[in-house]
């Protein structure tokens, strides 16, 4: 058995305080190992920690502190599963040393339009296509998405050119709907912890890729992946995107130590995305690099042909020429890193 | 017609570039106003700013910033509603120098409890209580609510003591059931920007306590708002519950600043809610007070009778006893102001 | 003796690690108190904790983390003196239940108009007069401070309305000359962890008045602290004046929780400067009453009669008239929590 | 003449407010460009902006937003210096396509150690040695440094090995001292906006290495450099160190982006410190990877051969065999990018 939790009481807990938080220890079925001291009493407890997540210890008169001793997230941990997990998103494997290379427009637009950026991104490399269908806008009087229109062209355009597709789904009641087109569901960094969809999609038999909540920590994220992991969906991408700052040179401030971070306490891949870490096109090829340089497993890019006329987020779009020279430099990279990027499957590959 | 926006050109813009901007601008409709200098020249745009938010000018070659002029929401501001909205909340009348005293455990528990948590509360006080019958958990493995049976425990003990509740709906699924039971419909914190359950619960016909994210903007927030007003229901009280900061020494970083700036740019009624805002028992009355006397419109507090076995959140509730304290001292500082703690509607007071 | 310190070990700490742990320890004079278990084992560290604040027991291989017991601030502490300190301000007493009104321009400026404000801010129940003398400016094109000619005005104006004067000193080659003229030096907030600016003002003979560093924990600002009180200084006043965030609704983000926080952790008083806090003057009044309402042992406003031609910080200042205003407000809230107004020393009261 | 700022008034300001507004600018010596709508007029500076630095121009009545249209900071853009700055520190030209290595210890320690650790960086590829003297720590208990005794330790290593070396200037009555001994001032974090230190730094002949604030916008920093700049010392290299945020993850957040956002703001060299940036040895070598391939012009890291002993920061130090193999990837993607490690000063090589 184990130490899984360490109370700090009081300096001036008195000793029926003591008392009672051993009994409320031990009614919970828990084994308390108590170390006095002249000014601190320490309480460690020893069990199934599992048990622990709900409880309210620190309400426990007497109790100044809780110290958790193991992560809150299992199936997530690498505990759990010590070797990286490569997931595999339509036939790209993704993870394990080979890098997933999303791409495309932010939002789905017009099926000639779409297929132009497609071939383009593939020609540069990327092995994922992206688009939005369901788009959530800060604002109720912005484009807010094809729907499942979208969805069609998406699937059209990646089975035109034999590359898998990823799209955002943003409704529980949509996930079934898009689960049926998408080989990747996205969850946007909006809906980090909205666990009702997190759970949804831990039912769909699609990966998942997670996307960074703009105020979550690492370990608040980790746990957002427990919820699709805990119904029993083990492929969850994580996807580092900028979280918020005090600085407004750029859209979020792209946290690049996360990638390495993650991999220190979890075998889930994790990719990067600079265009909405940045928000501005002139920082998204140094920041992919920096990406991948740090560790990361893929890099997600938008890229549009004509930025100004774009449905949603030109402003920070590559254009196919600028993606297709990041591209050739990430290429360069993850070769001096023992990496490559990941082939797209060998059945679509004629597309 | 009016200044909507200002676009300022890089140092560097050419002349083609220049004369660009002005056929884009003009292309969507608007009219451009030209100011030259010798390193920056500025675009004025004038027309129906409504148009404009989903347009990619940023993108256009040779602009350097696009810097709005008006703000992005419309029916949250001042402009479209000069005077304080009043939000009727189950016959307790919310803003215009009324305040809503909202108390209550955080998740629904057993009936017995939660009437006498009820009891207490009111005669403190409190006109409206809340539970949680749907809890989003960081944790797939804590205790998630009792749903719809909560829903019910939640409004027998309202009716029972003359009081309207609130409780939080996570689903856009559930949204009719909830508004079903419940006085005023929560969004929680981490729904802010959860657009499909802001654009259910703006189709209620029940009023809508929207929390502010974690990491929203005052902006972000009131554009939040202004999905659920864009639906038709006017109804719409905002909670400011404590942001992100660096701090550990408190859950969140409460701005209590954030009160009178929203006085200063919409109509709606502002509450506070210094328990989720600071996570600890001994922060949540001067916070309370701080609350109020910076202007808000009621006070959100969790109460528990026995916080060390309470299903969620525990160690942040307030015993009944110290609930009357703070409570008897936020009716003494509304008199002061020239407020008064809102009265329970009178078809039910004698509940 | 007591356990000053707990070292969590890594999940595959070997034994012969944990065997270095503990003759590290012990080589440092500590006991250790081991406590195994499956997953983890634990080491609690019995000893004078004082030695401990430059040891880097993270390092010591096997360590994964390292929980302090103890607060690493001891004079500043509540065990130190239990009681809240009252600090003397030439002859106004701040802290315990009697509030420092500090009042005046952002720069000091020409004698004429600082007469004149500061009879004004006296009238409305300053208690203290500000103005600063040496300017730390962002640009270093900006308006510096008039230097020693300004502290000389700020004295003789001070002299003549018979109120004790505040001023901030921003270089340890100064703090003598300062200290000469001053009755209260003021470390500012960009200097908050300018060691050696501290240590010099900890051994002026006159009470400091040191604000939060905008990225300053509410521990790093009594760490802060204690550089002045381990010189021999027991007269520190601290000043929460808004820290960073990534809303740029207002200047800062005003921390109104710290107040109590402090409260909780320390006997030294602890007052709000909403005018740097916010920014904006119409924010200004409810964020004062804010502060007091949560416990402020005084506010700090600045004042000028005509903002629009102020030397530094006009746009954040109030004018008298708007000053006298909160001035009252605070008044009465104060009497409602108690307190009072701190008197005025009555030897300089016929100024 | 140029736009150099813009004026954007109240919805509601009046006619006369218009008036005086326009008076004010010309009263200043601008040009005033006005540009009327339905809902907001809009006032275009012109002029010399260097004057406008001090000015309250938000302060006037009927101003509702002022915007700048020029960048604060002159001497350290890229309009005053349109090629990157190439910075000679000791003979190792810092910048332009060749990268500083900065190596060494967080604090100097006795000879023997020092020497030894300088040759193994030497030997690794290190072109610049570090070590403190002087060390600003949070806590006034911890090792404060040896003072010019390290000052001398520090030059005779470099002396010996043919290195020159960096150390942190905390006093400005110190700056000449060590200008004395030192090849690069380093100016740390928490005193990037000691404006005094700057000064007396921007006076000395020697480099400054000037770290990020942990709240410091980019604009921040480069209006500090410019206070360097502004004393006529044209050689400073900026350093990111990580800035505050709200995960305990990493010790600070590394802000990898703001490389390339210097790059298209300043000529300056652009360095990174990936090990105050995350204060964990395991990040460091991916996030020092992550800065050279965002494009900065050199990293510093802490080594240290016995880390659990060091007299600062061990906890984050490398050992000498871990910087040797960051320092190999470093030199290979240099390459990949067409850069290359700064040589040694050819008269120093042989030491």
Known sequence: MANVLILILKSDATEPQIQHVIERVESLGFGAHLSRGTFRTIVGLIGDEQRLQSEPLSAI?????????????????????????????????????????????????????????AKAVK?????????GAYKPRTSPYSFQGLGEEGLKILRDVGDACGMPIVTEVTDPRNVETVAKYADLLQIGARNMQNFVLLTEAGQANKPVLLKRGMSATIVDWLMSAEYVLAQGNPNVILCERGIKSFDPSTRNLFDVAAVPVVKGLSHLPVIVDPSHATG?????PPCALAGVAAGADGVHIEVHDEPEVAK??????????QYAEVAQQIRQLAALLGKSIAPLPASKASG
């Open 61 to 117: 008169p007497g109790v100044a502190e809780v110290v958790p001793v193991m992560p809150p997230y299992k199936l997530a941990s690498l505990d759990a599963h010590p070797q990286p997990s490569v997931v595999d998103v339509g036939g790209v494997p993704v993870g394990g040393g080979q890098l997933a290379m999303i791409a495309g427009p932010c939002a789905v637009e017009e099926p000639d339009r779409m297929l132009r950026i």
């Open 123 to 131: 020609a540069a490399g990327a092995n994922i296509f992206r688009g």
């Open 280 to 284: 501005k096109p002139a920082l998204i």
């Open 312 to 321: 949603s987020d030109g402003p920070q779009a590559l254009l196919p020429d």
